[in-house]
């Protein structure tokens, strides 16, 4: 079965039926999706959000930054929707960002004590059960650690019909919020300055968190923009619209250089979405949703 059909079919099948049913056929028709490969070799893949990554055999990947004094960025793979986590922070300190503990905390937890890091701060950049289901292991493991996420998206941590994980048949949810922030706002944690874009349409609030004085520059993105994508829109509470206008006015306004850290798939650049990204990129062949 080609690209097309499948995406042709899981269009078919969201125009006609909704619920948990709709849900489940979503995650079967995102994991058994086959990605194409672009002739510059980069891969084009449908809209994702509870998706499949290409590091099935990863459990955790390290980046350092281009200077020694530069931020270090530890990725955890959750391999039930291949989610990334991730451990963000300076060498020299302790306190870090635990950004959207997934169903697999064990490695991210070894990873902080190991090292005697300590969370300053654990970012949610949206409620979808698969970036949430870590929050409470972390909060129990560091309880005065403030679990932050979007405003509009609060509401998600302690509804399971909301955060999608009921139509799986397990009600997850999360401690809530301990501080809710607003687009616009700045947050000063852990050594990084770091940029609140609220960005929603894959979900109803989804934010991304922006280190502009890093160099490069750092998004701490979730399910918003992919390496060859974008995120799903066709939850509950999704807006391809307002997705595609997002990326296009709060992310593609960034240095070329600036680095996309996904909550799925590999890590990009601003500079290669804008170019190359099929769905809101400058080659895209898709009609504009803005």
Not at 90 to 102: E, H
Request: hydrophobic share 40%.
């Amino acid at each position: 079965m080609n690209f097309d059909l499948h995406l042709v079919m899981s269009d078919r099948f969201f125009r006609i039926c909704r619920g948990p049913a709709a849900a489940s056929l979503a995650l079967f028709f995102q994991t058994r999706l086959p990605s194409l490969q672009s002739e510059d070799h980069r891969v084009a893949r449908a809209p994702t959000g509870f998706g499949s990554s290409h590091f099935k055999d990863l459990t955790h990947m390290e980046s350092i930054g281009p200077q020694d004094s530069g931020p270090f960025v530890e990725s955890f793979l959750s391999p039930m929707f291949d989610q990334w986590s991730y451990l963000i922070g300076r060498p020299g300190r302790q306190d870090v960002l635990v950004v959207d503990p997934g169903f697999r905390t064990t490695h991210l937890l070894e990873a902080l004590r190991r090292r005697s890091l300590r969370p300053a701060a654990i970012l949610n950049t949206h409620g979808h059960s698969d970036h949430i289901a870590g929050n409470r292991a972390l909060k129990e493991a560091f309880p005065d650690a403030p679990l932050i996420i979007g405003r509009n998206e609060a509401h998600l941590l302690t509804d399971p019909v909301a955060n999608l994980s009921a139509a799986f048949g397990h009600e997850l949810t999360s401690p809530p919020a301990d501080r809710l922030v607003d687009d616009g706002e700045t947050l000063d944690l852990a050594g990084f300055l770091l940029e609140v874009r609220e960005i929603p349409g894959h979900s109803p609030g989804s934010v991304v968190f922006v280190a502009r004085d890093e160099s490069p520059p750092i998004v701490i993105g979730g399910d918003v923009l992919f390496a060859g994508s974008i995120g799903r829109f066709d939850f509950p509470g999704g807006d391809g619209r307002l997705l595609v206008s997002g990326i296009r006015t709060k992310l593609f306004n960034l240095p070329d250089e600036t680095r996309v850290l996904p909550g799925h798939g590999p890590e990009t650049t601003i500079g290669i979405e804008r170019l190359r990204n099929p769905y809101v990129g400058e080659r895209s062949e898709l009609d504009r949703l803005d």
